[in-house]
């Protein structure tokens, strides 16, 4: 079946340092759609980037992320941290094939940003 | 905006217990799911339901039961609750006419089992 593998469980950065967290995935489908989810405490998970578009940058709220079918990563990137910044961050994966009602997630990436 | 709501945010059950959390989606969605987020394991997949009156099996189903009397509401029951259920559960839905499948959530229901 489809797994994301998100290698860093916490990151703790300073406010200003830029922000890199991986994400990598496996599926047996060409076509996959990958997802950024953040999840603010006490607030719902919610849709921070996605794409389907190989080698094609996605940008919202500062952060930006590009698929790269070859490397199988869709790594979720902000060139400087923010205070408000901190939260949980899930990479999803959805196939195109028989699975395609479900999202699958990876064990998400706790992003603390210290003054 | 999508609207999930789960009722309740917060409950204490015992062990053997009947627990149901339920939830209601006003986004006219077609599926709806139940995860369970843990610390370590992320969030996980429970049941789903793509219709009224029918649910499937997800990737950790054993221990729950699902209900979706209704486009609007679906429901995890918990019959025998143990102490490895305690978890934060969330429920989304999504529409399946969108070609990149978006979730959206709900608040979260925190479940203590002693």
């Known amino acids: 079946g489809d797994s994301v593998t998100q290698k860093e469980g916490l990151v703790t950065l300073t406010e200003g340092l830029p922000v890199m967290l991986n994400c990598t995935y496996q599926?047996?489908?060409?076509?996959?759609?990958l997802f950024w989810y953040v999840h603010y405490l006490n607030e719902s998970p919610r849709l921070l980037l996605k794409s389907s578009t190989d080698n094609k940058r996605t940008e919202h709220q500062g952060f930006h992320a590009t698929l790269h079918k070859s490397s199988s990563s869709f790594h979720l990137q902000k060139s400087s941290a923010q205070l408000s910044d901190s939260a949980l961050y899930y990479c999803a994966l959805r196939n195109s094939g028989g699975s395609n009602y479900k999202l699958t997630f990876g064990k998400g990436t706790l992003l603390t940003v210290t003054p | 905006e999508a609207a999930v709501t789960q009722s309740p945010r917060s409950k204490v059950a015992v062990t053997g217990g009947k627990v149901t959390l339920s939830c209601h989606q006003t986004?006219?969605?077609?599926?709806m799911y139940w995860y369970r987020q843990d610390t370590g394991h992320g969030l996980r997949l429970i049941h789903y339901s793509y219709v009224a009156d029918s649910t499937e099996k997800g990737d950790i189903p054993d221990g729950y039961k699902a209900s979706r009397p209704s486009q609007e509401n679906f429901s995890l029951i918990l019959e025998l609750a143990s102490l490895s259920q305690t978890a934060v559960y969330f429920c989304?839905?999504?529409?399946?006419?969108?070609?990149?499948?978006?979730?959206?959530f709900g608040e979260g229901s925190k479940l203590t089992v002693l």
């Open positions: 989304a839905s999504r529409n399946w006419g969108t070609n990149t499948g978006q979730l959206y």
């Open positions: 986004n006219n969605h077609d599926y």
């Open positions: 599926t047996i489908y060409s076509n996959a759609f």
